[in-house]
């Protein structure tokens, strides 16, 4: 199982839960955001701790491009903002008014700033798993050759996922259905999604959790995804992190939530659960 960390970048509160549950718990991999309000303590803190595989987290959605902003003016408003919503990159796309080539030149300037700062990127995935989305991903295939990165997500939960017995997912039910809901549209695009993989020679887990879960990723969640872990390689998509000011003041639904989950990642018997069920924790290097 790959336990990986988005938004490595965010805030320095959430870089700082990040490497406690690298350090103490269960992750083995994040993502970094290149135009996250921490970039820089970001970097500082993987130098620190080389062992924590740092791919990048793609985003479309929300805080200011990396790119020149003359060549993506499809994709900003005038400040040079990205769209503040998924629904809002969804129009673009459909109407036809976002090419590929802009989304490409978004990416290639994220990727660029990530390797400049002297990270190596393990792998990619985009933030709200726009790369499930046939253009997107067209677009991330074509950096991911440029940079010589292999390793890429597949963000497509299991159908019938349920919330498990006192989980924090079973007090919220109709959010948990409605994310549900979602996870399962998107789960349409796997056959396409698994072709292409093929023919770019791509690598990616077999299965994934924690799109449904996003905010209610709580210990029993944790622990009932590992023992119904299934021969392969999982990914568990989690956002731990350490609730502060910055984070409070920071465009993410995710505030609190992320000191629940970074509970859950060091919580002892979460340890146990990996021995008992003879789970080996690797990280994206590994596949």
Known sequence: MIVNADDFGLTAGVNRGIVRAFQSGIVTSCTIIASGDAFGHAVDSARENPGLAVGCHLTLVGGRAVADTRHIGSLVDRSGSLPSTLQQVLLKLVSGNLGREQI??????????????????????????????PRVFEALTKVAHEFSIWRVRSPFEPPHLEAPRGAKARRRPVEFRR????????RMMLPAFRRRIRAEELRAPDFCYGVSLTGMLDGSAVGAIIERLEPGVTELI????????QLERTATRLKREREMELRALTDPGILRAIRDNQVELISYRDI
């Open 104 to 133: 490409e030149i978004e990416f290639r300037a994220q990727i660029q700033a990530i390797v400049e700062a002297g990270i190596k990127p393990t792998h990619l995935d985009t933030h709200k798993h726009l790369h499930a989305y």
């Open 238 to 245: 989690c956002h731990p992190g350490i609730y502060d000011e």
């Open 179 to 186: 994310r549900q809901a979602g996870a399962l549209a998107m």
